[in-house]
């Protein structure tokens, strides 16, 4: 006769086996999810500060009254900054920097909400 080996409180050996699996992969969804949250807000820290650039130098040829203000910024307004940079600096380096740092922060997000479970299982 075959003989079950149980513990943690009477059940079979390979459902426990099984718990700690379980764990083991939430555990390293957790860590992914956290080091996606790390990732994405060190990418969103550098896409500001890369934008702030930008507008600081847009300002710059820009006359008085037509110069971005540092608050109030919503889509219409960072197209017409992105614009603006390209027409004044056409070959400038800021948008080529500015795109990948929000993919990736965007893409980091994704992950983080995955981790978190908000697409299922």
Do not use: T
Not at 34 to 59: K, P
Request: charged share 15%; aromatic share 10%; proline share 4%.
């Amino acid at each position: 006769m075959a003989r079950v080996n149980f513990h943690y409180g009477g059940r079979p050996a390979a459902i426990a086996d099984f718990d700690g699996l379980k764990s083991s992969l939430m555990a390293a969804r957790v860590i992914i999810g956290i080091v996606a949250m790390l990732c994405g807000s060190v990418c969103g820290i550098m896409s500001a500060l890369v934008s702030d650039q930008m507008v600081d130098n847009v300002n710059d040829k820009l006359v008085e009254g037509e110069q971005f203000e540092g608050l109030g910024w919503h889509l219409v307004k960072r197209q017409q900054l992105h614009r603006e940079y390209r027409s004044i600096y056409p070959d400038g380096p800021f948008l080529f920097r500015l795109r990948p740092l929000v993919a990736v922060a965007i893409i980091c997000l994704l992950i983080c909400a995955w981790s978190l479970g908000f697409f299922g299982p």
